[in-house]
């Protein structure tokens, strides 16, 4: 099975970059599972997105989550199908990621299905400042939720 595992976010500005570390951490210790592709460094969104998701038969997200409370290191894990409330195709020029996908679709992209597009989120308290280091309490929690996020993701790869 053709796995693509994205590490999504900006590693330039501060707990953005999670998804970017946490990718290409995991790509050093998964180099040789058979049928993954690993993209750690993926700071595009919305339509741009489609290039990398086409002819996989399942995608593996990893990025920043913001909540209205942020507790910096707890993360979360849903499929695409929890995304389709924020679909919006009356504006194709500011697609987020739901949105990308059912245009992709529409046009008869091989995109996998929302089911076998999985997303880990994890909390963080600043996204915007611009660092190339996280916040303290992100960084601090590394260790522990790296290793659990790792452990869900080889739960998911060896399913297939």
């Not at 913001?66 to 409330?85: I, N």
């Not at 987020?96 to 929302?114: E, H, K, S, Y």
Request: net charge negative; aromatic share 6%; proline share 6%.
């Amino acid at each position: 099975m053709s796995t693509l595992l994205l590490g999504l976010g900006n590693p330039i500005l501060s707990d953005d970059g999670v998804g970017p570390r946490l990718a290409a951490d995991f790509g050093r210790r998964l180099a040789d599972w058979p049928g993954l592709r690993v993209e750690p460094d993926c700071a595009v969104g919305g339509l741009e997105l489609l290039d990398l998701l086409t002819g996989h038969e399942r995608v593996i997200v990893l990025d920043a989550l913001q909540t209205a409370d942020p507790e910096p290191g707890r993360w979360h894990a849903f499929d695409a199908r929890a995304l389709r409330e924020t679909l919006h195709l009356d504006n194709v020029h500011d697609a987020n990621f739901a949105t990308a996908l059912a245009l992709g679709r529409r046009l008869g992209l091989p995109l996998p299905a929302d089911a076998a597009i999985y997303i880990f989120g994890v909390e963080v308290a600043d996204a915007c400042t611009f660092s190339e280091r996280m916040t303290p309490a992100l960084e601090l929690g590394y260790p522990v939720y790296a290793e659990a996020i790792f452990s869900a993701v080889c739960r998911l790869l060896a399913e297939a």
